[in-house]
């Protein structure tokens, strides 16, 4: 597994067109997520490295599922975009990218200890972390991520938890603009729509069926 590039810097997003603030915003957050992660403190980065390896040695299924959240942009826009970018690229090693992008926003595991404890892994279980990838990158690509919403013009829609303690749920979705175009709360689960806080997809089905957005538009967290 090679190091995989996260930065950008020739202004364009996965589709190739110019972003706007917006784009770049959320693309700088995301940058910023993941160099946070490589200042921790050299204890909790070790803690953090021993995880992951711990998850890719016995849980390539919870490695798939996150894959796929990024995939479908439960981690936010600025990864989606970058996600897409990478998945209309051969020449980017893409189940690399995407393994040690999880590996920092999931388990919060910098790039070159993520890496280590791949290369420690038994080759059949490197074998097993890699297909489980590429089956999930395969499904993204089959589902039309990415290049489909630019293609067709859809817009990109964000999903925001405003409350989340004690019983209590309260959340909505807002268009490019910031604008909310639905709130809802618990009732959202107890009906089936959303099988809990982080089903994007579910909640996307959802809205595409209720005419609330449009079935080219796409849906991800927005915090």
């Keep these: 597994m090679k190091p995989a590039m996260i930065h950008f810097g020739d202004g364009s997003d996965c589709g190739g067109t110019s972003m706007d603030s917006y784009e770049m915003r959320e693309l700088a957050m995301f940058r910023k997520q993941m160099e946070e992660v490589e200042k921790l403190p050299?204890?909790?980065?070790?803690?953090?490295a021993m995880e992951w390896f711990n998850d890719l040695m016995n849980d390539q299924k919870l490695i798939a599922e996150r894959v796929?959240?990024?995939l479908n942009g439960s981690y936010g826009k600025g990864s989606f975009d970058s996600a897409c970018r990478v998945l209309a690229s051969p020449r980017m090693n893409q189940v690399a990218w995407?393994?040690?992008?999880?590996?920092?926003?999931?388990?919060r595991c910098p790039a070159k200890m993520a890496i280590e404890s791949w290369k420690k892994l038994p080759?059949?279980?490197?074998?097993?972390?890699n297909e489980a990838i590429r089956r999930e990158i395969a499904d993204a690509k089959a589902e039309g991520y990415c290049g489909e919403i630019k293609k067709n013009g859809g817009k990109t829609y964000e999903y925001y938890i405003n409350l989340d303690e004690r019983g209590e749920f309260s959340a909505d979705v807002r268009d490019p603009s910031g604008k909310t175009v639905v709130e809802f709360g618990e009732g959202i689960f107890e009906d089936g729509f959303m099988r809990n806080k982080n089903d994007i997809s579910g909640l996307e089905d959802y809205l595409k069926s209720m005419k609330i957005i449009k079935s080219s538009d796409r849906l991800v967290k927005g915090n």
Excluded at 98 to 107: F, Q
Excluded at 123 to 129: A, D, L, M, S, W
């Design 68 to 70: 796929g959240w990024l």
């Design 98 to 107: 995407c393994a040690i992008t999880i590996a920092n926003l999931e388990w």
């Design 123 to 129: 080759v059949e279980t490197r074998y097993q972390v």
């Design 42 to 48: 050299l204890a909790e980065r070790k803690e953090n």
